[in-house]
């Protein structure tokens, strides 16, 4: 099995971050019962049903499910292999695997990453849209990732 990305600086999935998440989980429920922990935040909706699974298992404590998919993530295909509803329906698929907790697309835009040429178009603003209408009821939290626009407003200083 290929270590997924996560939030945690890419630690090993399910090893190393089921362990901390445990443990995390855990001492954040002890002080206040009602703050709500979940995971995995992994990219392209890897490992969304194994955490639910292993957390479960484990007697983990944990509320929502959260992962990230962009319509350029490789699953969907390039050029003429490129489905407009691909994100859209490997979303569905990822939520009915973990179908009793809340289901949180923590980052999803038109193409990944700082610099992709489409974001600022009104192609961007179309697809945002679709993606907003067919994923209503589908996911629990859906969040547009815009940190292009803050790094042009937050400039790293040397």
């Known amino acids: 099995m290929l270590a997924s990305g996560n939030e945690l600086w890419g630690m090993p999935f399910p090893g190393s971050y089921m362990k901390l998440f445990n443990a995390t989980a855990h001492a954040v429920k002890a002080v206040d019962s009602q703050i709500k922990v979940g995971g995995p935040a992994t990219a392209q909706l890897q490992d969304v049903k194994q955490f639910h699974d292993l957390a479960t298992a484990g007697g983990m404590p944990f509320d929502f499910v959260s992962t990230h998919m962009y319509p350029t993530d490789p699953q969907l295909g390039k050029g003429v292999h490129w489905d407009p509803s691909g994100l859209i329906d490997h979303v569905k698929a990822a939520r009915a695997s973990v179908p009793d907790k809340p289901f949180y697309l923590t980052e999803y835009n038109v193409g990944c990453c700082i610099g992709?040429?489409?974001?600022?178009?009104?192609?961007?603003?179309?697809?945002?849209?679709?993606?907003?209408?067919?994923?209503?009821?589908?996911?629990?939290?859906?969040?547009?990732?815009?940190?292009?626009r803050l790094s042009a407003l937050c400039p790293v200083r040397a």
């Open 116 to 148: 992709y040429q489409g974001h600022d178009t009104s192609a961007a603003a179309a697809y945002a849209f679709r993606a907003v209408g067919a994923l209503s009821g589908v996911v629990d939290i859906l969040s547009w990732w815009c940190a292009q």
